[in-house]
Nanobody, 125 residues
Framework: QVQLVESGGGLVQAGGSLRLSCAASGRSFSDYSMGWFRRAPGKEREFVAFITRSGGDTYYADSVKGRFTISRDNAKKTMYLEMNSLKPEDTAVYYC??????????????????WGQGTQVTVSS
């Protein structure tokens, strides 16, 4: 059974930075690609960033491109999301997820089988 636990959220002023972590249990962390999603108040959950199994390829939503960086450390079974130049519209609960359907569109939730409980990020103006 896989468990994903996010941490690192909090309250930050606009223009500030946060680093989220996603710690995974289980033996197969390096076998699967991973993603970050977020749900803002009153909105649907949306794709943020994606990273392949080795970490060699990454993809981002247009809204965060150039400001956020996704990475992973397979030895530590941990994925990260470095968030810089934060804006009030980045306020959301952030979720990490493990993708178990390799052929699925990485921007869509259905390809991800395991999810963390989420961590709140609040950006004040």
């Amino acid at each position: 059974q896989v468990q994903l636990v996010e941490s690192g959220g909090g309250l930050v002023q606009a223009g500030g930075s946060l680093r989220l972590s996603c710690a995974a249990s289980g033996r197969s962390f390096s076998d699967y690609s991973m993603g970050w999603f977020r749900r803002a108040p009153g909105k649907e959950r949306e794709f943020v960033a994606f990273i392949t199994r080795s970490g060699g390829d990454t993809y981002y939503a247009d809204s965060v491109k150039g400001r956020f960086t996704i990475s992973r450390d397979n030895a530590k079974k941990t994925m990260y999301l470095e968030m810089n130049s934060l804006k009030p519209e980045d306020t959301a609960v952030y979720y990490c997820a493990e993708r178990r359907q390799p052929g699925s569109d990485y921007r869509l939730e259905y390809g991800y089988s395991y999810w963390g409980q989420g961590t709140q990020v609040t950006v004040s103006s």
